[in-house]
């Protein structure tokens, strides 16, 4: 049950508005919250950056699982351990395989995202 949850957050994305690189620089500035004085407004906006994270979270890890089954596809002459994909993304060697496996799901299911 929980595909058809993240496909339906997939077709209602919280639109991600362009950070300037000025305005990316100040720390008390992000996405021009800062300047909405309205409660409800910054609520609204702000939960709508939250959903708009977390289903990009879910996406990049998607591909991080595609990326790292390919790495480990033992058909590749030049593939990759687990515990090389784990040293290369920061993970411990058992995640890496837990990814692999997720990616090779993912390749098998849905296909490519």
Do not use: C, N
């Amino acid at each position: 049950m929980a595909e058809p949850e993240r496909t339906q957050r997939r077709l209602r994305p919280a639109p991600l508005l362009f950070e300037p690189s000025e305005a990316a620089a100040d720390p008390e500035h992000f996405f021009d919250l800062e300047s909405i004085e309205d409660p409800a407004e910054l609520l609204a906006r702000a939960t709508e950056l939250t959903l708009a994270f977390r289903a990009a979270q879910d996406r990049a890890v998607e591909f991080q699982a595609l990326a790292a089954a390919q790495l480990a596809d033992p058909s590749r002459f030049d593939r990759l351990s687990p515990a090389a994909i784990a040293d290369q993304a920061e993970w411990t060697e058992d995640y890496a395989r837990k990814m692999i496996e997720f990616g090779e799901s993912l390749q098998r299911g849905a296909g490519t995202p």
